[in-house]
């Protein structure tokens, strides 16, 4: 069993910047791919980032893309997501996920463990 533990978020104004962090443990981490998706209250959760398992790969929603960053630190068991230049409309509880497969999934369903996930609020 993987647990994950997602840190980081808050309230930040329009234009700032927030860095979410996931913390795995139950697992070698080097032997899981990372995502984060996020879900908006009333809305479904959607994919925004993901990572393989080697850091050496990655893709981002449309949405995102050029504004957050994803990255892994194998050392540490850290999963992290830069986000730059924030929105309103990114205002979410974003999720940790993992599965043991390598890839790139975009897909909720493509995952195995999820965290309790972590509020943005990008406000005024």
């Known amino acids: 069993q993987v647990q994950l533990v997602e840190s980081g978020g808050g309230l930040v104004q329009p234009g700032g910047s927030l860095r979410l962090s996931c913390a795995a443990s139950?697992?070698?981490?080097?032997?899981?791919?990372f995502a984060w998706f996020r879900q908006a209250p009333g809305k479904e959760r959607d994919f925004v980032a993901a990572?393989?398992?080697?850091?050496?790969?990655?893709n981002y929603a449309s949405s995102v893309s050029g504004r957050f960053t994803i990255s892994r630190d194998n050392a540490k068991n850290t999963l992290n997501l830069q986000m730059d230049s924030l929105r309103p409309e990114y205002t979410a509880v974003y999720y940790c996920a993992a599965r043991p497969s390598d890839g790139l999934g975009v897909s909720t369903n493509h995952y195995t463990y999820w965290g309790q996930g972590t509020q943005v609020t990008v406000s005024s």
């Open positions: 139950g697992r070698t981490f080097s032997g899981l791919a």
């Open positions: 990572i393989g398992r080697s850091g050496d790969v990655s």
